[in-house]
């Protein structure tokens, strides 16, 4: 008796647990993302390397950032607004379709400057993966425009934005270091 009603007990926990969880919908954020793509690209690979390219990120590093956006805890005053008018649906279903879709490499003009990078940014892929890819709520780093990952890696070290490790981090790069580490995350 006591084993039945242990058993029924679980799977009472794992019905109410399933049906709490929504699949995000792909469709739907596509529609959602045209907002995005004068910023992200169409295809969520920005062309300018003032904004991050999206394709391929994880959706839960995604989320959580629109969610930081939405509640001040990241500051840009042009993703504030557009993040506060997302309901969590619409920010779970924009995730899931730029972690759908595939990145490409921005590249670097500067093979030098590239080569010298690799070897300083060996400290990035501990937590960002072998190749830069990002794990979890840990972006993607790999292809992005290299001016880009310098302004973060800046805003980091400056303070302007906070992440404990990160800030540690940024605070042992110089200036040529940050130049370089950019350039060879850019590259891959």
Known sequence: MNNKYHKMKYI?????????????????????????????????????????????????????????????????????????????????????????LHGKSAGSSDANLVK???????????????????MGMVPKLAGQHPQYLAKQLTDFKKGARKAPQMNALAQSLSEDDIKAVAAYLGSL
């Open 116 to 134: 010298l990078g690799k070897d300083k940014a060996a400290m990035c892929l501990g937590c960002h993966g072998n190749n830069a890819q990002g």
């Open 12 to 100: 009472v926990m794992l019905g109410l647990f399933v049906s709490g969880v929504n699949a995000a919908d792909i469709e739907a954020g596509k529609a959602k993302a045209a907002a995005c793509q004068g910023c992200h690209g169409v295809a969520g690979v920005s062309s300018s390397p003032l904004w991050p390219s999206l394709a391929g990120q994880s959706a839960v590093y995604i989320e959580s950032q629109l969610n930081k956006f939405r509640n001040g805890q990241r500051e840009n005053p042009v993703m504030k607004p557009l993040a506060s008018g997302l309901s969590n649906t619409d920010i779970q279903n924009i995730s899931a379709y730029y972690a759908s």
